[in-house]
Nanobody, 115 residues
Framework: QVHLVESGGGLVQAGGSLRLSCAAS????????IRWYRQAPGKERELVAI???????TYVDSVKGRFTISRDNAKNTVYLHMNSLKPDDTAVYYC?????????WGQGTQVTVSS
């Protein structure tokens, strides 16, 4: 059974940093890409970053140069390192996997950036 569990969110001041983790289980993690999304209050869920199985990386323009996505296949975990955080980064952050044509989401972790 596929499970994704996010952690690492919290309250941080503008300019601060956080590291989010997405721990995966129930599938051959190293063979699948993982995506991070976020959803701010009253807004649609938006893509933040992608890391493919081969390590290819894509970021949404608003986080380029500030966020870094990485993966540790030995730990079945994907990380999102977030630096220079802004109040606009406040959202619930989710990781997502597409496994055998089915989408799986974690429960999300709240990130709140105060000004």
């Amino acid at each position: 059974q596929v499970h994704l569990v996010e952690s690492g969110g919290g309250l941080v001041q503008a300019g601060g940093s956080l590291r989010l983790s997405c721990a995966a289980s129930g599938f051959a993690f190293m063979n699948y890409g993982i995506r991070w999304y976020r959803q701010a209050p009253g807004k649609e869920r938006e893509l933040v970053a992608i890391i493919s199985a081969s390590g290819g990386i894509t970021y949404v323009d608003s986080v380029k140069g500030r966020f870094t996505i990485s993966r540790d296949n030995a730990k079945n975990t994907v990380y999102l390192h977030m630096n220079s955080l802004k109040p606009d980064d406040t959202a619930v952050y989710y990781c997502r996997a597409l496994v055998t044509s089915q989408l799986y989401w974690g429960q999300g972790t709240q990130v709140t950036v105060s000004s």
